[in-house]
């Protein structure tokens, strides 16, 4: 009886310790789903990207056939995931964390009954399955029934590539809150988030497919998380490569990220209470 009782003591602790995070996940829904106005303006600024990179590269590959096995639907394929998978695990844009350092905000987040880092992944995970919907399906839908497409030839894959793209948020979300956290010791992280966001694009894949890189630019990129972003699920929904390698090597960049992001926050709370007195 007493083991009854202290499991479900365990229990309803774990559901209280827990208890927030869902509710994060649908609040960072609900946050992107009010702004209306500008995921149509975003939606369609990406349509019309999209269109200026489709032709761009259709052009190449009317000179050339194929490139690194990129064919035109393939290579179409690349783009208009590309684009709507920008959003999805958010390339550029998230400065938040960073200002609350800057106003001192994040005294405030870290005194809640929350780990920060947990939830400001719920929230973002909340965010993305709003973009997924809004920012991803309709560019890729625009593609599909416009230019030629490379479907997935296995079932399977379909399922390989949600936990792709779903580790690919996870792994830029850790790559922003590093960033994030360096305001701690800058104050002003704008710098570094502009710098990241110049050469994100040309790193995960986005600018050209990571294949068409030179063999010393692979091979350096692949000691890195960054193809995991973008290059990684259009991969695997374009099945090239081993889809169960290419997932465990999002995984295990998820990991690392996560984890270095819980030691630099760790030594950024004893700065600033070391600052705060």
Do not use: K
């Amino acid at each position: 009886m007493c083991a009854v009782v202290n499991l479900l003591r365990g229990g309803l602790a774990l559901i209280t310790v827990l208890a927030p995070y869902p509710q994060l996940v649908r609040a960072g829904y609900r946050r992107y789903a009010s702004y209306r106005q500008a995921t149509v303006a975003g939606l369609v600024t990406n349509t019309v990207f999209g269109l200026l990179r489709a032709a761009v590269l259709g052009a190449v590959l009317a000179e050339r056939g194929t490139v690194a096995g990129y064919d035109l639907a393939t290579a179409i394929t690349y783009v208009w995931l590309g684009q709507g998978l920008i959003n999805v695990v958010m390339l550029w844009g998230d400065q938040e964390l960073a200002q609350r350092v800057r106003t001192g905000d994040v005294v405030v987040d870290l005194g809640r009954p929350w780990d920060l880092q947990t939830a400001l992944l719920a929230n973002d995970l909340g965010r993305a399955g709003h973009a997924v919907l809004l920012r991803l399906l309709p560019p890729a839908a625009f593609g599909a029934v416009l230019f030629p497409f490379r479907w997935p030839e296995n079932p399977l894959t379909w399922a390989s590539f949600a936990v792709s793209v779903l580790l690919a948020v996870v792994v830029c979300f850790g790559i922003r809150f590093l960033l994030n956290l360096t305001a701690f010791w800058l104050l002003d992280a704008r710098g570094v988030i502009a710098a990241w966001g110049a050469a994100g694009g040309v790193l995960s894949g986005l600018v050209v497919p990571i294949p068409w890189f030179p063999g010393w630019a692979q091979a350096v990129l692949a000691w890195t998380p960054f193809p995991a972003l973008l290059q990684t699920p259009i991969d695997v929904f374009t099945e090239r490569g081993d889809a169960l390698a290419l997932l465990a090597t999002q995984l295990a960049w998820a990991a690392v990220l996560l984890l270095a992001g819980r030691v630099v926050l760790a030594r950024a709370v004893r700065r600033l209470v070391v600052q705060g007195g």
